[in-house]
């Protein structure tokens, strides 16, 4: 039955694009005008996002996949495949399919003991959808790499419209760091650190999922430069940058807003399996709201409330039965609203 | 507080159980209700009551004890008091919990006499 939260399918479905197209954009992704301004952009969750609800842009998601062939040097593999443990990001099959074909001779070995592997053989599904939800017509011969991972497409062809990353840009700053430092924990530890003023070990590796081993051993290894100092504060050590050019070489006169990235997609990914999914309107009013609820509670809520976003759900349990479902939009209408421009706030 | 339930708040509760054991492929229960619920539900009184009693439990027209009930029908129950901030007591084997119950007890003999209604295809 339609409702409030089926007719809302395609504005969510729409902003989410927005945003991911402006991201991809500000990383070089050509055919989008606007770049984005917000907290710094998390590579391998854009990644994992892109490779679920890009599905439904396939100028977007091939756009991805090209920039994967110029700038996918800078992907952590091993971060990815954490994120992806953690949060369950449901595009793994598709990340298989994007990382084989970007694969080449110099960066087999790095995708090699991640994602590439394949699954047992199941029966093919569409890879891209159109906004009402069908299948994308495959017009042609399907390309056999994305059908070897059990999704159908036609051939992927590049379009010329990756770049390699503008590193000038505040948003890339991950990008940026990882082309200075090379790809690991350090620079997620500097960008963290940069953004947030200090951190204990372990609420960056949570923050920034890596193990946290991996991240007390960098931390301790950095101590030895002189550049970070720390100060035991009660059980944690605190960890910050000695004060001096650090900011103004990294972020100039910007001070973007901290966000996990990964939780906060996450979230949003969740939201989308449950909205996009077809046999939603076939359900009474009563059973969208119960669903509804359950989705929230159990995969939303909590990772959008910590995610470091200034945005609160507010209480579900005020708003029984169907009664959620106008409280529950326009409560993920003013968190998309908060998403889109972070830095306002 | 938790609201008490009156006729509609009822038909609302056992809607929406219904919803949840189907969301959850549950497997279908019958239940025997007693108490101001019982009188709500076939329209005999028209006051309210704090919660819905089961008795009994029926399978293959026969009853059975309800202690304990099935899990699915306390995760499903559980669900609907999330759903309508009722009690999450709401929906509970009381008169029939223990060995001196109202099932245990007396139920039994009476099955003769009882009537029952369908709510929908797993309630």
């Known amino acids: ?345 | 507080m938790k609201k008490s339930l009156n006729r509609t708040t009822l038909d609302l509760a056992m809607r929406s159980l219904a919803i949840r054991l189907d969301e959850n492929d549950a497997d279908g229960v019958q239940i025997v209700v007693c108490g101001g619920s019982a009188l709500i539900l076939t329209g005999m009184v028209p006051r309210t009551t704090k919660d819905v009693a089961i008795v009994a439990l029926m399978r293959s027209g026969a009853l059975i004890s309800p202690a304990p009930l099935p899990p699915s029908l306390c995760q499903a129950a559980q669900e609907v008091a999330e759903d309508l901030a009722l009690d999450p007591n709401w929906l509970n084997n009381g008169p029939s919990s223990g060995e001196g119950g109202l099932f245990q007890m007396v139920l039994k003999r009476m099955l003769k006499e009882l009537g029952y209604e369908d709510v929908a295809d797993r309630l």
């Open chain 1, 1 to 345: 039955m339609k409702t409030l939260l089926t007719d809302f399918r395609s504005e969510f479905r729409d902003r989410i694009l927005d945003l991911l197209w402006r991201q991809w954009s500000t990383f070089g992704v050509a055919g989008h005008g606007a770049q984005w301004h917000g907290s710094p952009i998390d590579p391998e969750a854009l990644l994992l996002l892109t490779c679920s609800i890009g599905r439904y842009d396939a100028r977007l998601f091939d756009g991805m996949v090209e920039w994967m062939g110029v700038n996918g040097q800078l992907i952590n593999v091993q971060r990815l495949k954490r994120i992806i443990a953690t949060e369950q990001y449901a595009g793994e099959q598709v990340l298989r399919a994007v990382a084989a074909t970007v694969s080449d001779s110099v960066s087999a070995s790095k995708w090699a003991t991640t994602v590439i592997s394949k699954d047992d053989a199941c029966q093919p599904v569409p890879l891209f959808f159109l906004k009402d939800g069908t299948p994308m017509p495959i017009v042609r011969q399907p390309d056999k790499l994305f059908e070897g991972y059990g999704l159908q497409r036609d051939p992927y062809e590049a379009r010329g419209v990756a770049q390699v990353f503008r590193a000038e840009l505040v948003s890339n700053l991950i990008l940026r760091l990882r082309a200075f430092l090379g790809v690991n924990a350090r620079c997620e530890i500097i960008a963290y650190l940069l953004l947030n003023e200090h951190g204990s070990p372990s609420s960056l590796a949570r923050n920034a999922y890596y193990l946290p081993l991996t991240i007390s051993k960098a931390m301790t290894e950095m101590r030895g430069s002189g550049f970070l100092v720390s100060r035991v504060n009660g059980r944690r050590r605190d960890h910050r940058l000695t004060p001096g050019i650090w900011r103004e070489l990294f972020l100039g006169e910007e001070r973007p807003h901290s966000l996990v990235w990964p939780r906060l997609f996450r979230a949003i990914e969740t939201l989308w399996e449950f909205l996009g999914d077809s046999n939603l309107t076939d359900k009474e009013p009563l059973a969208q709201a119960s669903a509804l609820r359950r989705v929230l509670n159990k995969s939303v809520v909590d990772r959008v409330e910590t995610s470091g976003l200034d945005f609160a759900f507010g209480n579900l349990a005020t708003h029984p039965g169907e009664a959620l479902i106008a409280f529950a939009v326009e409560r993920i209408a003013t968190l998309l609203t908060i998403m889109e421009s972070p830095n306002d706030r």
